[in-house]
């Protein structure tokens, strides 16, 4: 079975600073690995997914993730965030291969906080 | 694309009451996940469809829900005689076909059980 870990519950940030929300995974197979971000009272909407090739990957509004196969980590980075960017980022997986179904197992979340 | 719908948005019960949900995956998807989020927690894997056909249940399915997708579109998710731990987000999500497509999520339903 896999499992994520975010190792941050909640990270405050100011206005224009970086940012990285961490993410490490657990798994005995391959695995696709994806970045969901979840504003208030809203449902999931995609950032990034690595499936293969490069270990880094770009995503929407700015965020970019790295896939560090020998860490499993999946640390998502962004270099300067907006007011807008406060919401809550989930990591997840899911099992590479044919046999899955495709389920997504999620971390706990990370809440992301940016300050004027 | 009119994306992924789900009603209600809010469900407020009293204990012991059945509810049902309904989730309308984008037309074509023909995989349909649900998925249940409690406070402070990411979602957890409910169950899987693909077509009308249930490929997949998780343990957290206990015996008072059920899920249908009668005729492979939309999907309902029932609960019998609520109980206070099933008050959460229940998540709907889809996705067109096999292995690496994401899964487009609707706005979720929040169940609360007084």
């Known amino acids: 079975a896999q499992s994520v870990t975010q190792l941050d519950s909640q990270v405050p940030v100011f206005e224009e600073a970086p940012v990285e929300l961490r993410c490490n995974y657990s798994?005995?197979?391959?695995?696709?690995l994806f970045w969901y971000v979840q504003y208030p009272n809203q449902g999931l909407q995609l950032l990034l997914k690595?499936?293969?090739?490069?270990?880094l990957v770009k995503g929407i509004n700015g965020f970019e993730a790295e896939f560090n196969k020998s860490q499993t980590s999946f640390h998502l980075r962004k270099p300067s965030v907006h007011i807008s960017d406060t919401a809550e980022y989930f990591c997840a997986v899911k099992k590479g291969g044919g046999t899955s179904y495709g389920k997504l197992t999620f971390g706990q979340g990370t809440i992301l906080t940016v300050h004027p | 694309d009119t994306g992924v719908s789900q009603n209600p948005r809010h469900k407020i019960t009293k204990r012991g009451q059945n509810v049902t949900f309904r989730c309308d995956p984008i037309s074509e998807h023909n995989r349909l996940y649900w998925y249940r989020q409690t406070l402070g927690q990411g979602p957890e894997f409910l169950t899987y469809f693909q077509n009308e056909a249930q490929l997949e249940k998780s343990r957290l399915l206990s015996d008072r829900f059920s899920a249908e997708r009668p005729k492979g579109s939309f999907s309902t998710l029932e609960i019998q005689r609520t109980e206070q731990g099933d008050s959460a987000m229940y998540l709907c999500?889809?996705?067109?076909?096999?292995?690496?497509?994401?899964?487009?999520f609707g706005p979720g339903t929040r169940l609360t059980v007084l």
């Open positions: 798994s005995s197979v391959s695995v696709y």
């Open positions: 999500a889809s996705t067109p076909g096999t292995g690496q497509n994401e899964q487009f």
């Open positions: 690595y499936l293969s090739g490069s270990t």
